[in-house]
């Protein structure tokens, strides 16, 4: 890693003021998941062994665990060049940072080309894997009408009637990431965190079929007693998140939307499932959950072989939904979550030639106020950016603000600084500040309560500042708090062009429903942005504001491979005030930008005053209704899961060809939105019809 070794994130989180806030309680040495990108000719397997790069004696196993998917798993299936798994997901000690930090470590700093931290997992979550298990490559002649659909998510009713068949379930491997121990076999070792299930009975693990004949009495299944036997919730234990206990969960309801059917008579649509944490699901300010989510994607194409053995064909076509997204990030289809999809995506193609999929929602954040874009009229031009952090915030706040790509090294072209409510604030930190000086602090009474960093992001090749304000109340009344209240991003502008715009981002602070409200989201609070109109309605266009609407898609959905889906009214026909889109920023270098924005839309609401559309609850037989992009995604990899079944493509193209077909929309429905907005255009399937058997 060139210059400093490590970003603002882990300098906040880990040797910050952060640390208290990320790091779980009772234990101050966690293993921390991390997505890594290695250096060109650095394989999985050299970096996991690491001889060289310490020399002390502790073991290197100490510091660094990686997957068995990568050193073992892939390999064996073909994957061996050394390019072909250059980002992994893994396991580090708080000290593999501080090994990164040390010039004497040259070795390890050029094996590590960029990280990223995901949200350490509580004490008793991680075991000794089982014995590891022959992936078998499938030998059997091809698939008609089978098809892998795969989900990472949260709060997964898998018991659900909606996921079973005549004598059992569709679900054939389910993992709870942070479910209780014993973890998943060692396809995800070395570590096993959380706990898997299967369809079938192996040994003394008893699998879903037989879970629910147990709990079953007079052809009733009691899904509960289910989940019970199964270990995956107590009702009993009064702290964590227990989604599938609510009447309604977000994984339940999605899933129902990509593959739920009728159980008398389904089609051969094979579920697997990755459940996200629930421990740090609910903490999306201080990092994402990158590291699982592109572990999860590996488990589910593993799995999906094993799947394929089962049914006695070959290799199976996947697709999998990720209705889930972050605000923050380069937008450019750089972010390391999105490129390690790629990777994955294109070598499963090249190895056994089945198609995989992967469809995410474009994002909820288009009004939020996260997104500003400041472009400078003329060099020495300083510019304000009104932030408003709000009271009552238990968590940090983050922006970012991404300096445009460069050409060539040059003299600095931007400053900042940053002024609390109040008075009193940041120094002036420079573009380009060399380690050791690309850090600012605010502080008062010996605490720091603000920071402002330098960053030069590897995988983008552009530089960002990066501000995080400590949270500004505390739980349990003790540490200090920054003051809540209209805090001033200053940009100085030394030698920006008028074409070159710098783009701030706010991190999401807010939980996902049903989590516990730690954080209140700050917003960029310029009063020339305007909310509503003169009747009360908001306001889905720009004006002269420097907060912009556009440009506020989910920064995992920028990439090339997957399938980017928004959302439209079922009624009015014209995109959710609060469905996201692009434009996506161009790549440093000449390439351009690898889309504009979503590539098309689908249902989210029924109208305007109606919303969310019906899917299953937690238990067969409810019903609820739940809006967001996260729905509109799962509709289209429903379609898509039907095109792979019967061998079309089911890309991005047919997306965008099916949208398009549809377009334009017979009178009275408004023109089409912009590409921008609403990609190739609206697509608006039938309802789907939840209800159980007996009341059809």
Partial sequence: ????????????????????EFLPPGDRDPWIPVLIKLSQGTTPQSFARGPDFKAAAVPWSDWVLVPRLYTETLPRLGFEKPDDLRYIAALVKIGFFELLQDER?????????????????????????????????????PATGAVVVGIVDDGIAFAHERFREPGGSRVEFFWMQDGPP???????????SGRELRKETIGARIGIDDLLKQGTYADLCDEDEVYRRA?????????????????????????????????????????????????????????????????????????SLAVANRLNCGPLPVVVNISYGITAGPHDGTHLVERAIEGLVLMWKQMFGVDVRVVIASGNSHLDRLHAEIAFASPGETVEIPWRVQPEDGTSSVVELWLPPRAKAGPPRVKLSVVAPGGGGTAILDEDAPPGQNRKDWVVDGAVLCSAYYDHMPSSSRGRFAVWIRPTARVDGAGPVAPAGLWTIKLENSSLKSGEAVHARIRRDEPPYGYPRRGRQSYFDDPVYERYDSAGRPVEEDNASIVKRVGSMNALATGEAPSVIGGVLRKE??????????????????????????????????????????????RSGSVVAMNGTSVAAPMITRWIAGELAAGKPGDRTAVRALAAAGEPMPAPAPPPPTPLRGGAGRIVPAP?????????
């Fill in 105 to 141: 470590n040259a070795e390890l700093r050029d094996a590590v080309e960029d990280i990223a931290l995901s949200a350490p997992l509580p004490p008793g979550v991680y075991s000794e894997p089982g014995e590891d298990e022959p992936i078998l490559f499938p030998q059997g002649g």
């Fill in 688 to 696: 789907l019809n939840p209800l159980p058997r007996f009341e059809r």
């Fill in 573 to 618: 026909l014209r995109p959710a005030p609060y469905s996201a889109g692009g434009p996506v920023t161009r790549r440093a270098g000449t390439a351009p930008a690898p889309r504009q924005g979503p590539d098309a839309l689908a249902v989210c609401d029924d109208s305007a005053v109606h919303a969310g559309v019906l899917a299953a609850g937690t």
């Fill in 231 to 303: 270990g995956v919730i107590d009702p009993r234990t009064p702290t964590g998140h227990k989604a599938i206990l609510w009447r309604r969960a977000h994984g339940t309801h999605v899933l129902d939307l990509a593959c739920g059917f009728s159980p008398e008579s389904p089609p051969n649509w094979r579920i697997v499932g990755v459940q996200l944490p629930i421990a740090t699901t609910g903490m999306p300010a201080s990092s994402t959950l990158g590291s699982y989510i592109v572990l999860g994607l590996g488990y589910i194409l593993v799995r």
């Fill in 1 to 20: 890693m060139a210059g400093d070794a490590i970003d603002s994130e882990v300098n906040w989180n880990l040797f910050g003021p952060g640390r208290e």
């Fill in 182 to 192: 014993p973890g998943p076999p060692a396809i995800v070792g070395p570590l096993a």
